[in-house]
């Protein structure tokens, strides 16, 4: 996903820049720099060309529909985005071509409800009418019932509820009373799962374009999409441009040597990590690559890395022997005399427990192996799949 921005100011150059979405708020800081060098306090911008999963919401956010959205509004829609099925993107397309939302707010409340639009597993007039029996909307009497014709009910019951078939479900847009998780002034919990770090730009096989960036895992919607926007038959026939990854550690070249099915599979062992275990992760990721030649490294080593955190104790905040010694002082609860805790070596006494728990320092902190069981995957990445 990106958008491109331009400046709009009588007195500046026609300057754009694009972003690929969502952004951290270093990268939207960078975009502004591009578009606004000087820092004007006049300033404003246009959203000239988008690139977003669903087709429909580019009319929204493309400056020519005459709507002009906050930058982080639509950044945050591009994150809570990511976190819709292929499914639920269908369902949000077809809402957006009846006109249900009508501004940024709508939009990004509608993403916590699509859920509430549809009817799963209704996928035909006939079953449309059966669920309109069994669920009482329509009477009938005994003795006539084995003479309804469900089909008549179910395309009458659609007529009315102006409703679509999709692959799997019925959609309806009703007179729903839903709640508003977003207000218009403060963004609700976007977190659903750990966010995506991984970025792909791809372009077609020897191509000299300039390629599209995009965030992974892919679905099969946004494969369609890119393949469309490339004029490639298969994703198999792009090819990896660059890379780049908001986890510190993994080395760029590493990633770049990787298919797009081994990125794919790395990104879904980082989804499942918590956000909050991202510092574990960085850390795990120097623990095992440190001094290590980049160029033996394989992006399984990164799998490795991600499946088995639980096989690391962590400790962002112990940066020397002295203090890790003094924490397993404190974690063995000791009944230690006062007198005789001040001559005590802390240092020494860490530095042996470290030596022997092969433990390293890293620049987030000290990490060592405990005895959970590690599952190397080396370069299986059919075996990797399995678990995931």
């Not at 509820?161 to 976007?190: C, N, R, S, W």
């Not at 020897?206 to 004029?231: A, F, M, Y």
């Not at 918590?274 to 960085?282: G, I």
């Not at 088995?308 to 230690?336: K, L, S, W």
Request: hydrophobic share 35%.
């Amino acid at each position: 996903m990106w958008i491109e921005l331009q400046a709009e100011h009588p007195s500046t150059q026609e300057i754009s820049t694009k972003l690929c979405l969502p952004a951290m708020e270093k990268e939207i800081r960078e975009a502004m720099k591009v578009i606004n060098p000087y820092d004007r306090q006049d300033f404003h911008y246009l959203v000239t060309q988008c690139d977003l999963p669903i087709l429909e919401l580019e009319e929204y956010i493309n400056c020519s529909s005459g709507n002009q959205y906050e930058l982080d509004e639509i950044n945050f829609l591009a994150e809570r985005l990511t976190y819709l099925t292929d499914y639920q993107q269908e369902v949000m397309a077809y809402i957006l071509k009846t006109g249900t939302a009508s501004d940024m707010k709508n939009l990004i409340n509608l993403t916590y409800h699509l859920d509430h639009f549809t009817l799963q597993g209704i996928t035909n007039d006939e079953q449309l009418g059966s669920y309109c029996f069994t669920t009482g909307r329509i009477e009938v009497p005994d003795n006539l019932i084995e003479f309804i014709d469900l089909r008549k009910v179910g395309l009458q019951q659609r007529i009315q509820d102006k409703g679509q078939y999709l692959d799997h479900a019925y959609v309806v847009i009703g007179d729903y009373k839903l709640t508003e998780p977003y207000d218009g002034q403060t963004f609700p919990d976007v977190m659903q799962g750990a966010a995506i770090p991984i970025k792909v730009k791809l372009k077609p096989i020897n191509s000299g374009d300039d390629g599209i960036w995009l965030r992974q895992p892919l679905t099969k919607r946004e494969e369609e999409l890119v393949c469309s926007k490339l004029g490639i038959k298969d994703i198999e026939d792009a090819q990896i441009a660059d890379v780049s990854c908001l986890i510190q550690g993994f080395d760029r070249e590493v990633l770049k040597e990787a298919c797009l099915v081994e990125l794919d599979t790395l990104a879904q062992t980082i989804q499942k990590i918590d956000q909050r275990d991202w510092l574990t992760l960085e850390a795990v990721i120097q623990y095992e690559t440190q001094g290590v030649n980049p160029g033996s490294l394989h992006v399984s080593d990164y799998y490795n890395c991600g499946l088995n955190i639980q096989c690391y104790d962590h400790f962002p905040q112990v940066r020397t022997p002295a203090e890790y010694g003094c924490m397993r002082m404190e974690m063995a609860a000791a009944n230690i005399p006062d007198m005789v805790q001040q001559f005590i070596d802390y240092n020494t006494l860490g530095a042996e427990k470290i030596a022997a728990e092969k433990g390293r320092f890293t620049d987030y902190g000290y990490i060592c192996r405990n005895a959970n069981e590690y599952l190397d995957v080396c370069e299986g990445v059919e075996i990797l799949q399995q678990q995931l």
